[in-house]
């Protein structure tokens, strides 16, 4: 029952913990000593590197770390056309802790193109060896919910249907640029569907004048609309998390509440689910998945803090989902991935590489 095509038994999710070598370089960068070419090859180094680390691990699945970003969003955002980045008055507020200030707008309209990501994939790509090289970039519903109308200039969409088929297209357009670039697995990194579940978020949701259940139809299509199209032998999939800065997190709850949109109607490959904690909730939602291909990633090892998972445990709890969606298609990772910012979480390389380890060991045993 192994699988050998994406998505693995045996996922990662996307980022790692960023090497003394990437932070000091993108320090001595921001203040004027170092340039962008002698950059890109410190970067070039530490990518290599983790790529090895996670073929030694055991991965059939490699990613570049997100080493090239500081966050798992705006970077990608900021190369978008019609997207602007700003200093916000504040950041985003964690449990306990604050993001850096930053933001995104929308003030022209909405395109993909000659976007440098497109060349971190390539380079990635031509070291990834005999594993499959996965891309991870955020989902188009971020983009929209964070701000919502005040950050999308009406001058440029009066009309938000305009701006949401845009959104889809900008999308598309990505998608099949990356394609074009040899990329045959793609993640979308969405924090919105987890947002949906919580009480705390669906009522700053309505207090700025949206519907939570209307935005889930849109998103829903939005992202339906973006893989018209799509390649049949490409894999997307869609990870699903509750925040994830320096261990903390924002929302909480699990998946029922969207599980009917999101799992019945969503035209992914793939779903990355955080299940590392009573915070997710229950394995019941899983029953919406459609039979067939899509596959339900469970997010059971933890990425919070480096105290090792039981393996009886997790085997436990796969056996658990597997009441609810076949076992053929499950797999297992990670919740999230180990520094969707550059800060990174609360844990120690070797901590990560055993969480890593782990999972592959796992997996090896359950399929």
Not at 127 to 153: C, N, Q, W
Not at 279 to 303: D, K
Request: overall charge negative.
């Amino acid at each position: 029952m192994q699988r050998e095509h994406a998505p693995f038994r045996a996922e990662t999710v996307g980022s790692f913990l960023r090497p003394e070598s990437i932070k000091q370089a993108r320090s001595e960068f921001a203040n004027g000593t170092l340039g962008a070419e002698e950059l890109r090859e410190i970067e070039n180094a530490a990518i290599l590197d983790v790529v090895e680390k996670q073929r030694a691990a055991g991965l059939q699945v490699v990613t570049d770390g997100e080493f090239r970003r500081a966050w798992w969003h705006f970077d990608f955002f900021e190369g978008l056309e019609g997207v602007e980045p700003f200093e916000a008055a504040h950041g985003i507020q964690f449990k306990g802790v604050e993001t850096k200030a930053r933001g995104v707008r929308v003030t022209g309209k909405l395109g993909f193109k000659d976007h440098p990501m497109l060349e971190d994939f390539r380079y990635l790509q031509s070291i990834a060896g005999d594993a499959v090289a996965k891309m991870t970039i955020p989902s188009p519903s971020v983009l929209h919910f964070r701000g919502g109308r005040e950050y999308i200039d009406e001058t440029v969409y009066p009309d938000l249907n305009d701006y949401f088929d845009d959104l889809a297209a900008t999308w598309r357009e990505a998608i099949h640029a990356f394609y074009q670039a040899g990329c045959r697995y793609l993640q979308l990194d969405d924090t919105v569907w987890a947002y949906l579940c919580s009480e705390d978020q669906k009522a700053q949701v309505r207090a700025r004048g949206d519907d939570p259940e209307a935005l889930a139809e849109t998103y829903a299509r939005v992202l339906n609309q973006a893989l018209i199209g799509k390649p049949s032998d490409l894999t997307v999939g869609l990870h699903v998390c509750r925040g994830n800065f320096r261990s903390t997190w924002i929302s909480e709850g699990g998946y029922e509440p969207v599980a009917e949109v999101l799992f019945g109607q969503v035209n992914v490959d793939a779903f990355f689910l955080e299940y590392d904690n009573e915070r997710s909730g229950g394995f019941e939602p899983l029953r919406f998945i459609r039979p067939g291909h899509q596959q339900a990633v469970l997010g059971l090892i933890t990425t919070k803090n480096g105290t090792p998972e039981d393996p009886a445990q997790v085997k436990a709890r796969i056996a658990e989902a597997a009441q609810f969606l076949s076992i053929e298609q499950l797999c297992l990772s990670p919740q999230c991935g180990f520094a969707s910012t550059e800060e990174g979480n609360s844990i120690t390389e070797d901590e990560q590489w055993q969480k890593i380890r782990s999972v592959v060991a796992i997996a090896g045993e359950v399929w």
